[in-house]
């Protein structure tokens, strides 16, 4: 059983995602990319070696939840693309972490100063 299937009520909202199912979202939300390219992003951000058994599952679940869109590169291949629907659910995670995280105008200003070096 994949994350999403133990955690999921089948609501299909974004707030029953796993932070898994979060994570490869946001790598998502930069570009499409194929299973083995999100698994080295993962591997990367959690520094160990992340389990085909529990990528492909949960990128399936992502798919049957109007999250990821799957499409076929060659026969053995598939690309993972963020939908409409997965940006929004990234949106609204930001938003509901940021009510909760930016309390004064000091919080606030570390927000922008992160934006501001980004652009």
Known sequence: MSEAQSVNDTSGTARDLTAFQQNILMILAEEPRYGLAIKRELEDYYGTEVNHGRLYP???????????????????????????????ALVGQYEWTLSKFVTNHDRAQDIYDLVDALK
């Open 58 to 88: 949960n990128l399936d679940d992502l798919v049957d939840l109007g999250f990821v869109n799957k499409s076929e590169l060659d026969k053995r291949t598939n690309q993972y693309e963020l939908t409409e629907d997965g940006y929004h």
